[in-house]
């Protein structure tokens, strides 16, 4: 098993026991993969050899790949356990989401939210994107690679989805926006951000304009991103421009706020 330097590095928790590990599973809730437990037995934490995984999905690292640095390992107060501070301070609310590997904001999780057998999911809290990367821990580990070439992409590819999936996507939108609460529309934009450019200004369209201030909060999340600069080609400045002016004037303080503070990074951006 080549994943890991020969000397141990500061990841390293020392050999894995049985008490430490009933304990960290107790206190996160979960039952750990048997695949990611037999890694620890070998090695409890460590830098890896091959730090990419794949994705046709673009990110906040590259077009093509997200970015694996080291591996958690299972300490008593820190490692694996870490995942309980970094949810706090990171905004992640979902407890079924397990960090196994952290490059602030972004994170490597195992997901628990739709099945007890988790998948391996990439989340980027501040560009509010998420991606599945493997449909288990063992394929994610087998999946990693030591070097792929970045591909040079201006904006997300249209190509990936038939239009009998994109207007599935609208249909859900269209409910989401109805009938879900604030929370729950935030959650369905996130899966939207891994989908194409069209459905996503679709959904900001619909979010600016919902009944709900909160929902313009969630929405500012992605849009300060934009003013910054980030996602450049999904959003244009023009429009950019007045759905912040017209969320600087929301019920909502926070996203009120949030926009006024996007919108002096806009101009500033664009030396206005």
Known sequence: MDLWEEEFDDNFKGELNAETLQKVQRELQVDLPESYINVLNKRNGFYLKKKYFPTSIPNSWANNSVYVDALYGIGEDSGLIDTIYLRKE???????????????????????RRRKNPIVTFIDV????????????????????????????????????????IEEYYSKIDHGMINGKPGEIDQLFIKI???????????VEKMRHHKKPKVQYYLMTFLSECAEGNNKGIIEDDYLREVLNEISNSKNKDAEALAIYSLKDLNKRLNI
């Open 90 to 112: 990171w905004g992640i609310r979902s407890k079924k989401l397990v960090i196994i590997s952290a490059e602030a904001p972004a994170f490597i999780c195992l997901d628990y």
């Open 126 to 165: 501040e560009a509010n994107q998420e991606i599945n990367l493997a449909k288990d821990f063992e394929e994610f580990m087998n999946g990693l690679v030591e070097e792929i070439k970045e591909e040079e992409m201006d904006q997300f590819d249209d190509s990936s989805l038939t239009r009998q999936q």
């Open 193 to 203: 951000l891994s989908t194409n450019n069209e459905l996503i200004r679709y959904m």
